[in-house]
């Protein structure tokens, strides 16, 4: 299993030999509503479009995970796998290929990886985006993402789980509180799911934001902060940081096949 890093929520995981892009932001500006004055995130260098994609993968309708200027560039030939928000950008950009994942639905890529969609983010009052289970199915390696950390009890059932990419550290804006949890929900789903790898996303990578909205954002916790958390709770999982464009092949215990 290889992974590769692209900033903020953005991954190319190598996997079952399919190279699934997840949540591309790749190029151009991200602004949500095209409202630069209010919160406008950009990078110094625009990643490469990776090529061979087999799969783009969505979690959920907003810019920072379905980017339209991304969107637009890629190959609409690609297969996509969307949670039902997302997938309303990429029809509306004419890709020919989409699938709908609802919460509890999978999805197989040819014959070699399985995904499965469970209750995300809340995004308002009625709607609750996706977080994804991938499975390699020749080796039984799994690979659990959810980038707002935002985590349904029911993966319980499911574990353990070998990889996991959530935020770990908290994201706070005054009143609201945090609205990018890791930290303790971090903890929580580590004691849950027993993972090998955890990684970080959503706070990282080589970009930076400027906006009204910056002034009252703070970071609450580190990476360091996190492994004592799990070394304090008798947890071995290893977190790895990654750093922007880093490919990292992991080091995963197998599974026996039907475990």
């Known amino acids: ?69 991304t969107l637009k560039q890629l190959d609409h030939n690609i297969p996509v796998v969307a949670s039902p928000n997302a997938a309303k950008i990429v029809q509306q950009l004419g890709y020919t290929q989409i699938t709908v994942l609802t919460h509890g639905e999978t999805f197989t890529l040819n014959t070699s990886v399985e995904i499965k969609a469970f209750p995300g983010s809340p995004i308002g009052p009625t709607l609750v985006e996706n977080g994804y ?25 499911v574990a353990p789980i070998d990889v996991v990419i959530t935020p770990l550290v908290d994201l706070t804006l005054p009143i609201v509180g945090p609205f990018i949890r890791g930290g303790k929900n971090a903890l929580e789903l580590a004691q849950w799911l027993q993972p090998q790898v955890m990684l970080p996303t959503a706070a990282g990578g080589d970009v930076k934001f400027i906006g009204f909205l910056t002034k009252f954002l703070q970071t ?25 464009g880093d490919r990292i092949e992991l080091q995963l215990q197998k599974k026996g096949v039907g475990v």
């Open 220 to 244: 609450k916790g580190s990476i360091e902060e996190f492994r004592s958390l799990l070394a304090k709770n008798n947890l071995s999982t290893q977190v790895i940081e990654p750093k922007s």
């Open 133 to 157: 289970l991938l499975k390699e199915l020749a080796s039984n390696l799994t690979i659990y993402y959810e980038p707002h950390g935002y985590h349904s009890p029911s993966l319980k059932a």
């Open 1 to 69: 299993m290889l992974l590769t890093y692209l900033d903020s929520n953005s991954w190319l995981i190598e996997i079952g030999g399919q190279r699934i892009l997840l949540d591309p932001w790749l190029v151009d500006t991200l602004t949500f509503g095209n409202q630069d004055w209010f919160f406008k995130g950009y990078r110094t260098q625009d990643h490469p479009i990776p090529e061979n994609v087999d799969l783009i993968l969505l979690s959920q309708g907003l810019e920072d995970h379905a980017h339209p200027p």
